[in-house]
Nanobody, 119 residues
Framework: QVELVESGGGLVQAGGSLRVSCAAS????????MGWFRQAPGEEREFVAAINWSSGSTDYAAAVKGRFSVSRDNAKNTVYLQMNNLKPEDTAVYYC????????????WGQGTQVTVTS
């Protein structure tokens, strides 16, 4: 059974930093790409960042490039999203997701963690 559990969300002032984590289990990790998405109130869910578990290659949305960094810890089966220079528009529920690296669609999703950035 695949399980993705996010943690680390919270309240931070604009310009601050926060790191959210995603603990994964039940996956053959080397076959998967892990993604981070976010959804703000009244908005559609949007892609934030992704990391190929096997190669470590990363991808970022234009809105977060240069401010956010995605990484993985193989020993802990955990993926991280380090968020720096946060802006009020980064406020959203952040979700971790997993897909087969050769697939376009994310199959598994976490429950989400709230990130709120105050001005």
């Amino acid at each position: 059974q695949v399980e993705l559990v996010e943690s680390g969300g919270g309240l931070v002032q604009a310009g601050g930093s926060l790191r959210v984590s995603c603990a994964a289990s039940g996956l053959t990790f080397r076959s998967y790409t892990m993604g981070w998405f976010r959804q703000a109130p009244g908005e559609e869910r949007e892609f934030v960042a992704a990391i190929n578990w096997s190669s470590g290659s990363t991808d970022y949305a234009a809105a977060v490039k240069g401010r956010f960094s995605v990484s993985r810890d193989n020993a802990k089966n955990t993926v991280y999203l380090q968020m720096n220079n946060l802006k009020p528009e980064d406020t959203a529920v952040y979700y971790c997701a997993a897909k087969f690296s050769l697939s376009a669609n994310y199959l598994y999703w976490g429950q989400g963690t709230q990130v709120t950035v105050t001005s």
